[in-house]
T-cell receptor, first 114, second 118 residues
């Protein structure tokens, strides 16, 4: 079946540095990708919606200059957490769809900022 | 108001028994979709079952069935013959509007942690 690959699965970075998370659709063209954040023992909260070739749409309260999203191709979207701080430590997970195809999730990235 | 409400933070069930996980939703759209996902401790989101608002039959997928009561705006997940591997977090989610593209953004409930006892 269709697969979404998310990399890295775990990352530890120092406060003030930036970290990039990749979300790839392996066998379908992902016209739309979604980025979620999940704090421990909480629900998934949508951060932004990205459509290939256009700017991402951010949810209210999500800083677009801090969480940079690029969806430059039909198989790749990236989320860059800039100037990371310990409060950015969370589980980040992407999902992708090819339009009317079902939604597929990546396996998530656990970010720890020290 | 919350769009997806899961009132059971935690549930326990004996192995081989059935369990119902509750989910109520709130939307003014006529077209919407309801999803259930399983999230084990490793974090991945595993799709279990889907119910469209216009589907007349309750969805079933193996041991999973969705008890869809449109008038009550409820979409409870029923797991039959529970297995130890069913222990996980379960999330109910909703897509509002017709399916496709950006409409696939989902709103999630807070989840129910299911523990299956041997």
């Amino acid at each position: 079946g269709a697969v979404v690959s998310q990399h890295p699965s775990r990352v530890i970075c120092k406060s003030g540095t930036s970290v990039k998370i990749e979300c790839r659709s392996l066998d379908f063209q992902a016209t739309t990708m979604f980025w979620y954040r999940q704090f421990p023992k909480q629900s998934l909260m949508l951060m932004a919606t990205s459509n290939e070739g256009s700017k991402a749409t951010y949810e209210q309260g999500v800083e677009k200059d801090k969480f940079l999203i690029n969806h430059a191709s039909l198989t790749l979207s990236t989320l860059t957490v800039t100037s990371a701080h310990p409060e950015d430590s969370s589980f980040y997970i992407c999902s992708a769809t090819g339009g009317f195809s079902p939604l597929h999730f990546g396996n998530g990235t656990r970010l720890t900022v020290t | 108001a919350q769009k997806i409400t899961q009132t059971q933070p935690g549930m326990f069930v004996q192995e081989k028994e059935a369990v119902t996980l509750d989910c109520t939703y709130d939307t003014s759209d006529q077209s919407y979709g309801l999803f259930w996902y399983k999230q084990p401790s490793s974090g991945e989101m595993i799709f279990l079952i889907y119910q469209g608002s216009y589907d007349e039959q309750n969805a079933t997928e193996g041991r999973y069935s969705l008890n869809f009561q449109k008038a009550r705006k409820s979409a409870n997940l029923v797991i039959s013959a529970s297995q130890l591997g069913d222990s996980a977090m379960y999330f109910c989610a909703m897509r509002e509007g017709r399916s496709g593209g950006s409409n696939y953004k989902l709103t999630f409930g807070k989840g129910t942690l299911l523990t299956v006892n041997p």
